[in-house]
């Protein structure tokens, strides 16, 4: 609870306390323990980035800078980007074969409706030139670059809101599963994954900072606030969002402005199809190759399939009818 909502439930619960003692003073406290609850058990302890700052200053990056940003009213502490991602993790570790055999056929029906291939289907007529550019180049078809675009952020609607300072920041500062753990369902947690989920956490505490680097470095090549490149809940940008550190390493600038916007589309367009060649994409290669590559971009079996099945309506869309 903020502390002007407080002061201003007291000062109502104290006008009220005084007109009638009696029959007010005790269902009032109740409320306000109530309220305190409801409100003060989910709000973060505010962060102490100092860690933080001194691992990134030890690696190049400015003090004074780092200080400044770390300082600003817009930095928050958000661990529920670490918590849930270990939660994933401890979930995905519980599944039986049961229900791996079934992921591997299970697809996101939504992607598939007719409605959503024919909005799908009219993105790569009206962009043909620069798909068919993409697929010249890379080797990867238009139906599997526009069917990544459409699941990662419906055509380039939805790129996320995110601060993406504040999701990647708190996942490096969470390394420690103590950390996270207020923030974790507690049921999820036990003696036997203990271990797996403190270990998890650190890498993913490691991925974090380094992406995190790889954002601030990203803001100040592009002369940019990085406080204000919004993104996905776990820190991803961009049309085909992209984690920062990939922005260096498959970022393409395609319409050679000087900069990899990947919030433009022809930077993005090429940008996928340049991940996936870098991740083993060959012109020809059969399902369970196509498979493995996208997996690569998400690492999630069923994105696998819903990618492959939403790529194979839009190739029957744009096959010539006889
Ligand atoms: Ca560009």
Same mark, same amino acid.
């Given at each position: ?35 305190? /609850? ?24 400015? !003090? ?11 930095? !928050? ?11 994933? /993790? ?82 490096? /500062? ?42 601030? !470095? /990203? ?62 994409? !060959? ?40």
């Amino acid at each position: 609870m903020t502390p002007r909502l407080s002061a201003a439930i007291t000062v109502i619960v104290l006008q009220r306390i005084r007109k009638d003692p009696v029959r007010i003073v005790f269902p009032s406290i109740f409320a306000i323990i109530f309220l305190l /609850l409801l409100f003060g058990s989910v709000r973060p302890a505010a962060a102490d980035w100092k860690p933080l700052v001194e691992r990134l200053a030890a690696d190049g990056f400015n !003090r004074q800078t780092l200080e400044a940003l770390f300082d600003r009213p817009e930095v !928050r502490f958000e661990p529920d980007a670490m918590a849930d991602k270990i939660q994933a /993790l401890l979930r995905s570790r519980s599944e039986s074969p049961d229900d791996i055999a079934r992921l591997k056929t299970t697809v996101r029906e939504s992607y598939l409706s007719n409605r959503v291939i024919a909005r799908a289907h009219s993105y790569i007529l009206e962009n043909r030139a620069v798909l068919d550019e993409v697929h010249a180049l890379y080797g990867v078809p238009k139906e599997i670059i526009v069917s990544i675009l459409l699941i990662e952020t419906h055509l380039g609607r939805n790129t996320g809101n995110r601060r993406v300072f504040n999701r990647l920041a708190s996942m490096a /500062l969470s390394a420690d599963l103590e950390t996270v753990r207020p923030y974790m369902s507690g049921s999820l947690l036990t003696p036997e994954n203990w271990e797996f989920a403190r270990r998890r956490c650190r890498e993913k505490g490691d991925w974090a900072y380094n992406e995190f680097r790889a954002l601030l !470095r /990203l803001a100040d090549l592009d002369g940019l606030d990085p406080l204000e490149i919004r993104g996905s809940f776990y820190g991803a940008i961009g049309l085909c969002q992209f984690m920062p550190s990939n922005v260096f390493s498959y970022g393409v600038d395609a319409d050679q402005d000087g900069r990899i916007n990947l919030f433009a589309k022809t930077d993005a367009l090429h940008s996928i199809a340049n991940y996936l060649r870098g991740h083993g994409w !060959r012109p020809g290669m059969d399902r369970d190759g196509e498979h493995h590559v996208i997996f690569g971009y998400n690492q999630s079996t069923v994105y696998a399939n819903t990618v492959l099945a939403v790529a194979e309506k839009l190739k029957d869309r744009n096959r010539p009818r006889p």
